[in-house]
């Protein structure tokens, strides 16, 4: 390649670069548009209105509500489905060993710290010295934020934030019982 091409190359790759600097300042030239200090139309917005009683008074609704009014084989056959993210942890079978967390077979009703050989922190640990146990009501709120229920609690888990999820874990956690406990009562 000579010279002379490169100097073609070379003025071609300028001319290139000089049109689309000039029609972007002619552009700007001839389509000016001036900045207003204010809208030329002001369009006006409604201040929101506080919420209303109804609004206020509406709560979340209770895993237990929702074990007691719906239909319990549905709710386990769900609640099946939800308990794989426990899996990793969690066992489920009759005398099954304890893994990163207890075996929760038979949990329902059980002791709270209810698994031997398992090493339970010391929140929960002292629960079960209080005699506490795994009803609905405890259930419900330790699978809806382990950590804020039990506070210093080894278990990593986030929680189940929807009501329906915690209602069919629970269901299935009661089927996993030779004598599975009675249902809660519908208020």
């Known amino acids: ?29 001839i389509f000016h548009e001036d900045k207003l200090e204010e809208p030329a139309y002001a369009v006006a917005v409604p201040e929101p209105e506080p919420a209303t009683e109804t609004a206020q008074a509406v709560e979340e ?39 990163v967390g207890p075996n929760l077979w038979g949990l329902v009703n059980a002791p709270i710290g209810h698994a031997d050989g398992f090493g339970y922190s010391e929140v929960l640990a002292g629960m079960n010295a209080n005699g506490d146990q795994w009803n609905y009501e405890n259930l419900d709120g330790f699978l809806h934020n382990p950590k804020d229920w ?10 189940l ?8 874990i629970i269901a299935y956690l009661r089927s996993l019982s030779d004598n599975p406990a009675a249902l809660p009562a519908a208020n």
Request: aromatic share 4%.
């Open 161 to 168: 934030k929807k009501p329906e999820d915690r209602a069919a």
């Open 1 to 29: 390649m000579d010279m002379m091409e490169i100097n073609k190359i070379a003025g071609g790759v300028l001319t290139a670069v000089l049109v689309v600097l000039l029609s972007g300042f002619f552009a700007e030239v």
């Open 61 to 99: 609704v209770s895993a237990v509500m929702l074990l007691a009014s719906m239909d319990v084989s549905d709710l386990t056959n769900k609640g099946t489905k939800v308990a794989k993210k426990c899996a990793g942890c969690h066992s489920f079978d009759n005398g099954g060993a304890n893994k």
């Open 150 to 159: 039990a506070p210093g609690t080894k278990m990593g888990f986030a929680g």
